[in-house]
């Protein structure tokens, strides 16, 4: 099985993000030593969106501030690499590295790669050229949700999700540091190679689930 994991940067922002962390890596790597192939990409969290505010403030473009995020999240996999026993030492900065990594039976692990689009775009682009058998995708949500979950308290969860569901509850907002569940491009990428693809929470439970196929979050059908 081959398995490219999304990791929200709001794991590194947790108070006991290293124990949150160190969970996480313990069931990728459990996950590759079980004979599977795992490659984990990881968001800017907090610090990054801090530090993208403060650019804009003194007038910096957003390409710049897409850079800035881009280093955060880098930081970010750099703190995840220590906390694996199978990493790949080196962040992962062009697709083709992941190969590599693999070939070694190391865990590739990246961050962002280019601007214009958020850390959820590089994992399905990674899922998309490892040719991965799942794309799992943990962010805050959880799940996908049939109306914003923070402005209305009966919005309901959804199994099993279309990709015109996941463009309805894009919010269209493509500065700097304000992509969203998911972004544009992610979902284009999932849509045009046809990602097996589940959205789930942030708990190294939830990774776990999804890793072996139990039913958690929703999942992406195509019609
Ligand atoms: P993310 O938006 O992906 O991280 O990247 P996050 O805020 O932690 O979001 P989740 O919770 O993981 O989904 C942080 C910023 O880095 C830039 C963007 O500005 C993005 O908002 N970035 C990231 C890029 O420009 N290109 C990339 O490939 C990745």
Do not use: C
Request: hydrophobic share 45%; aromatic share 6%.
């Amino acid at each position: 099985m081959k398995a490219v994991v999304k990791i929200s940067g709001s794991l590194f922002d947790e108070d006991d993000a290293a124990d949150k962390i160190r969970s996480f890596a313990e069931v990728l790597d459990e996950f590759q030593e079980r004979g599977n192939l795992v490659a984990a990409v990881v968001g800017g969290g907090r610090r990054s969106r801090e530090l993208i505010e403060l650019g804009r403030k003194i007038g910096a473009s957003e390409d710049v501030l897409d850079e800035v995020g881009i280093d955060l999240t880098r930081i970010n996999a750099k703190i995840l690499i220590s906390a694996l026993r199978n990493s790949y030492p080196k962040v992962i900065i062009d697709l083709r590295e992941a190969e590599v990594a693999w070939s070694l039976r190391r865990i590739p692990v990246a961050g962002g790669l280019s601007p214009g689009h958020s850390t959820n775009a590089v994992a399905a682009l990674l899922a998309e050229h490892l040719r991965a058998d799942l794309f799992v995708n943990l962010t805050k949500a959880g799940a996908v949700y049939d109306r914003d979950p923070s402005l209305y308290r009966d919005a309901r969860a959804l199994e099993r999700v279309t990709i015109e569901d996941l463009r309805r509850i894009l919010k269209g907002s493509f500065e700097a540091g304000t992509y969203e569940l998911i972004d544009d491009v992610a979902v284009g990428i999932i849509e045009r190679s046809r990602i097996r693809t589940v959205i789930a929470g942030m708990s190294a439970a939830d990774l776990r689930k999804a890793l072996y196929g139990e039913r958690i979050g929703s999942i992406v059908v195509f019609e």
